[in-house]
């Protein structure tokens, strides 16, 4: 990757359907110095990688608003809170102009309906005729129905235009000229009507095709709107867990600062039930902690001096001080909303289909719509067919209005990615959302993955009768108090949590790769390997050496503990399994995916472990450097590979990888370089994200289906291909109020994923 490229994301205002979205995407991806550019309608964002050597963001959002649309940078600093905040308060303004609009229209349609309906009421129609005329009723109607154009569907009419100056064509267009085109024909008959007497025809009107019509599309937008606000219900809750201040100690005095004020180093004071107001490392005390919002864990986590910290958490119990470690757009709350909103605005490949349809739409259906005009304007009598021809097409233009195609996968995407992210899973695109779905073969590093990754005692057998097992455990954990070793650290943990008193160790001596010894409670003590007992001149037993060789064979490292030149015992110690392991793995193979264990550790401890969890193809011993190679050639199998792993050695694996998979517990780099990061260590969460995978997918193909499945039936049945056999025509109220109800039923099927248990 380009060292020089970045990143931005824009909101884009202004867009009204998936050619809206195109427009966009065209205008950012045609300006040099952009990489790729994709427009999410949903949540009109526009994610944008782009050089800056080239390109500024300014330019970006020049070129958008050259498109006909607005663009304002979403910064993921310090003021997110604030920004979100704003934009936030500009969209309830706009939906608040949009009722405004739609109940002004809503209004003036009641009034305007049953007066163009008078003929079908004999005492209204002859009380019309006797004291208004026609004619007279026709110019009341065109007054009333002037207000529905000018204001209640002004921005229709006006993105149609700006449309037609960038010579484009968007749902607007369709909306302007059918609604256009019924108001002129009615202002021509109210106004003249003797032109169409002369060819014979009838002077009808259909101001109340026009403002019914806009009335019921605001009604859609309406509601459309609403069910957007819920889509982003996720980023929205993430964004409101930030603190708002901070309680900085100082010269030991107390003072509230705002967070964006915060500098690293500060120490912040945190009090019961208060919530963490950025990252960083437990100085001072100790206290529970509820991390749920970062790793979907209900449990609150212990934490005391040394331990980290994160913004947004919540202090449960006790009071505690912490140095700052990371403020503002580094902490790992700003990192998790910024991972979730370039995810909710990309765009998925499955809406490549979507965008093709979408980009010839509009110009198809005025094609459509003009040859339904001409073949009925041909085929029906002198006296009906012009109304006849002007219903039919503004009908087609009406009900097919491609937004319910636009709204289709990025509703889903958004609320999927949200699920995920409030589970403690983050997914960095809507690419790597759908590729999971197709995952056949799962391929897990053992290491802190399938194990948790730092040795942990498994068993202590003691050999000689005359010595207890707690007097051994206490002797051999006081010796290893003074080693560094990771397995001396082990025994000291595990004895640690019998609470087992140490004691004071005289001339302790380390001996590098064979163990350590010294002298505790006045009895000489050596703990290692059969080296260290055979240059301690200590016997090695039968029962010791078949105690070791059946502990090697179980993938555990064992130790022999001596006193006073006796072997008394043996320990052992292993990088455990963690509980959820097995259980993951089996729910992976329960819905046919392959599980394949990848680690650099022997052969035999391998297969130990890969037996212990049910896995039944491993590659062992295999250098960090060729665990790539390793995915390739699973890959070359024909398999649509996810690597699972959390440290440095994977993160070329995870990069090769179909799905890259982080473990939460992991490293930055290896984070980096998966598509899906899990911020709770256990596998079971890998379970989760293809679970929620193949959820949002069939969501999509769902939503896809329904709009596709709309457009297909309406138009033939709005073109009047029925009628010869029927008698069917379609209102063009009746296509308004279809495609209204098209888009709301769309976002309410993506919205059911909210309900949804992974």
Same mark, same amino acid.
């Given at each position: 990757?380009?060292?020089?490229?970045?990143?931005?994301?824009?909101?884009?205002?202004?867009?009204?359907?998936?050619?809206?979205?195109?427009?966009?995407?065209?205008?950012?991806?045609?300006?040099?110095?952009?990489?790729?550019?994709?427009?999410?309608?949903?949540?009109?964002?526009?994610?944008?990688?782009?050089?800056?050597?080239?390109?500024?963001?300014?330019?970006?959002?020049?070129?958008? #608003?050259?498109?006909?649309?607005?663009?304002? #940078?979403?910064?993921?600093?310090?003021?997110?809170?604030?920004?979100?905040?704003?934009?936030?308060?500009?969209?309830?303004?706009?939906?608040?102009?949009?009722?405004?609009?739609?109940?002004?229209?809503?209004?003036?349609?009641?009034?305007?309906?049953?007066?163009?309906?008078?003929?079908?009421?004999?005492?209204?129609?002859?009380?019309?005729?006797?004291?208004? /005329?026609?004619?007279?009723?026709?110019?009341?109607?065109?007054?009333?129905?002037?207000?529905?154009?000018?204001?209640?569907?002004?921005?229709?009419?006006?993105?149609?235009?700006?449309?037609?100056?960038?010579?484009?064509?968007?749902?607007?267009?369709?909306?302007?000229?059918?609604?256009?085109?019924?108001?002129?024909?009615?202002?021509?008959?109210?106004?003249?009507?003797?032109?169409?007497?002369?060819?014979?025809?009838?002077?009808?009107?259909?101001?109340?095709?026009?403002?019914?019509?806009?009335?019921?599309?605001?009604?859609?937008?309406?509601?459309?709107?609403?069910?957007?606000?819920?889509?982003?219900?996720?980023?929205?809750?993430?964004?409101?867990?930030?603190?708002?201040?901070?309680?900085?100690?100082?010269?030991?005095?107390?003072?509230?600062?705002?967070?964006?004020?915060?500098?690293?180093?500060?120490?912040?004071?945190?009090?019961?039930?208060?919530?963490?107001?950025?990252?960083?490392?437990?100085?001072?005390?100790?206290?529970?902690?509820?991390?749920?919002?970062?790793?979907?864990?209900?449990?609150?986590?212990?934490?005391?001096?040394?331990?980290?910290?994160?913004?947004?958490?919540?202090?449960?119990?006790?009071?505690?001080?912490?140095?700052?470690?990371?403020?503002?757009?580094?902490?790992?709350?700003?990192? +998790?909303?910024?991972?979730?909103?370039?995810?909710?605005?990309?765009?998925?490949?499955?809406?490549?289909?979507?965008?093709?349809?979408?980009?010839?739409?509009?110009?198809?259906?005025?094609? +459509?719509?003009?040859?339904?005009?001409?073949?009925?304007?041909?085929?029906?009598?002198?006296?009906?067919?012009?109304?006849?021809?002007?219903?039919?097409?503004?009908?087609?233009?009406?009900?097919?209005?491609?937004?319910?195609?636009?709204?289709?996968?990025?509703?889903?995407?958004?609320?999927?990615?949200?699920?995920?992210?409030?589970?403690?899973?983050?997914?960095?695109?809507? #690419?790597?959302?759908?590729?999971?779905?197709?995952?056949?073969?799962?391929?897990?590093?053992?290491?802190?993955?399938?194990?948790?990754?730092?040795?942990?005692?498994?068993?202590?057998?003691?050999?000689?009768?005359?010595?207890?097992?707690?007097?051994?455990?206490?002797?051999?954990?006081?010796?290893?108090?003074?080693?560094?070793?990771?397995?001396?650290?082990?025994?000291?943990?595990?004895?640690?949590?019998?609470?087992?008193?140490?004691?004071?160790?005289?001339?302790?001596?380390?001996?590098?790769?064979?163990?350590?010894?010294?002298?505790?409670?006045?009895?000489?003590?050596?703990?290692?390997?059969?080296?260290?007992?055979?240059?301690?001149?200590?016997?090695?037993?039968?029962?010791?050496?078949?105690?070791?060789?059946?502990?090697?064979?179980?993938?555990?490292?064992?130790?022999?503990?001596?006193?006073?030149?006796?072997?008394?015992?043996?320990?052992?110690?292993?990088?455990?399994?963690?509980?959820?392991?097995?259980?993951?793995?089996?729910?992976?193979?329960?819905?046919?995916?392959?599980?394949?264990?990848?680690?650099?550790?022997?052969?035999?401890?391998?297969?130990?472990?890969?037996?212990?969890?049910?896995?039944?193809?491993?590659?062992? #011993?295999?250098?960090?450097?060729?665990?790539?190679?390793?995915?390739?050639?699973?890959?070359?199998?024909?398999?649509?590979?996810?690597?699972?792993?959390?440290?440095?050695?994977?993160?070329?694996?995870?990069?090769?990888?179909?799905?890259?998979?982080?473990?939460?517990?992991?490293?930055? +780099?290896?984070?980096?370089?998966?598509?899906?990061?899990?911020?709770?260590?256990?596998?079971?969460?890998?379970?989760?994200?293809?679970?929620?995978?193949?959820?949002?997918?069939?969501?999509?193909?769902?939503?896809?289906?329904?709009?596709?499945?709309?457009?297909?039936? /309406?138009?033939?049945?709005?073109? /009047?291909?029925?009628?010869?056999?029927? /008698?069917?025509?379609?209102?063009?109220?009746?296509?308004?109020?279809?495609?209204?109800?098209?888009?709301?039923?769309?976002?309410?099927?993506?919205?059911?994923?909210?309900?949804?248990?992974?």
């Amino acid at each position: 990757m380009n060292t020089d490229q970045a990143t931005v994301t824009l909101e884009i205002s202004g867009m009204h359907c998936a050619s809206c979205a195109a427009f966009v995407e065209d205008a950012l991806a045609q300006t040099q110095g952009v990489k790729r550019a994709a427009v999410n309608l949903a949540s009109e964002k526009a994610t944008v990688e782009f050089l800056p050597s080239v390109v500024n963001i300014a330019a970006l959002a020049a070129a958008v #608003e050259s498109a006909g649309y607005g663009a304002q #940078e979403l910064r993921h600093d310090t003021n997110r809170a604030q920004q979100a905040a704003a934009s936030e308060e500009r969209k309830h303004t706009e939906y608040i102009a949009l009722k405004r609009r739609f109940i002004t229209a809503v209004i003036l349609a009641a009034v305007i309906m049953p007066l163009s309906m008078t003929m079908l009421f004999t005492n209204m129609e002859h009380f019309i005729h006797e004291t208004l /005329g026609m004619q007279a009723l026709n110019y009341v109607l065109l007054v009333l129905t002037l207000p529905v154009l000018l204001f209640s569907g002004r921005e229709f009419y006006v993105s149609a235009y700006n449309a037609f100056l960038h010579r484009m064509a968007n749902m607007d267009t369709l909306i302007a000229v059918g609604t256009g085109a019924a108001f002129a024909y009615s202002v021509v008959a109210t106004v003249a009507p003797a032109l169409f007497e002369q060819l014979g025809m009838r002077a009808e009107v259909y101001y109340d095709t026009t403002a019914t019509i806009i009335a019921l599309i605001l009604l859609g937008k309406v509601l459309e709107t609403r069910a957007k606000g819920q889509t982003s219900a996720a980023i929205k809750k993430l964004i409101g867990l930030q603190a708002k201040t901070a309680r900085v100690l100082v010269n030991e005095q107390e003072t509230d600062v705002p967070i964006e004020k915060l500098h690293l180093g500060d120490v912040i004071v945190v009090r019961p039930g208060e919530k963490i107001a950025t990252d960083g490392e437990i100085l001072e005390g100790a206290s529970s902690v509820d991390e749920s919002m970062l790793t979907g864990e209900s449990l609150p986590t212990q934490k005391t001096s040394g331990d980290a910290v994160f913004g947004g958490t919540v202090n449960k119990t006790g009071r505690f001080t912490f140095r700052a470690t990371k403020i503002g757009a580094d902490t790992a709350l700003a990192q +998790i909303v910024r991972l979730v909103e370039e995810a909710q605005g990309s765009k998925a490949p499955i809406q490549r289909l979507a965008d093709t349809i979408s980009s010839v739409f509009v110009p198809t259906v005025v094609v +459509i719509s003009i040859l339904t005009f001409v073949v009925w304007f041909n085929a029906m009598p002198a006296d009906t067919r012009l109304p006849f021809a002007l219903v039919n097409f503004v009908a087609v233009l009406i009900i097919a209005c491609p937004c319910a195609l636009g709204l289709a996968t990025p509703t889903a995407i958004m609320v999927g990615t949200g699920k995920g992210a409030e589970n403690g899973i983050l997914i960095r695109n809507a #690419e790597s959302l759908e590729k999971a779905h197709q995952i056949s073969l799962v391929v897990l590093d053992k290491t802190g993955t399938i194990t948790k990754g730092e040795p942990t005692v498994t068993d202590v057998v003691p050999l000689v009768e005359a010595e207890q097992m707690n007097t051994i455990l206490r002797l051999a954990a006081s010796l290893e108090t003074n080693s560094e070793h990771p397995l001396a650290a082990a025994i000291v943990r595990y004895a640690s949590q019998g609470n087992v008193q140490m004691l004071p160790v005289q001339n302790f001596l380390s001996v590098q790769g064979k163990g350590a010894k010294g002298m505790v409670d006045g009895k000489a003590i050596a703990i290692g390997n059969a080296k260290l007992m055979t240059d301690e001149f200590i016997p090695l037993t039968e029962l010791a050496s078949q105690t070791l060789e059946h502990l090697v064979t179980q993938a555990r490292t064992a130790m022999f503990v001596a006193i006073d030149g006796q072997i008394a015992a043996v320990i052992a110690v292993a990088d455990v399994v963690r509980a959820s392991s097995k259980e993951a793995i089996q729910a992976l193979q329960a819905r046919g995916i392959e599980v394949v264990m990848l680690t650099g550790d022997n052969k035999q401890t391998a297969e130990a472990i890969a037996n212990e969890v049910g896995i039944t193809r491993v590659f062992a #011993e295999v250098l960090p450097h060729d665990k790539a190679n390793a995915v390739k050639q699973l890959q070359a199998e024909g398999n649509i590979v996810a690597m699972v792993g959390d440290g440095i050695n994977d993160a070329p694996a995870l990069a090769q990888a179909d799905v890259g998979i982080a473990i939460g517990a992991g490293t930055d +780099i290896a984070m980096e370089a998966a598509s899906i990061t899990l911020m709770r260590s256990d596998l079971r969460d890998v379970v989760k994200a293809i679970d929620l995978s193949r959820r949002t997918m069939a969501n999509i193909k769902q939503n896809l289906f329904f709009a596709f499945v709309y457009n297909v039936l /309406g138009i033939p049945l709005a073109a /009047g291909l029925l009628y010869p056999f029927t /008698g069917w025509l379609l209102s063009p109220m009746i296509a308004a109020a279809a495609m209204a109800m098209s888009s709301v039923s769309v976002l309410t099927n993506a919205l059911r994923l909210k309900a949804v248990k992974i």
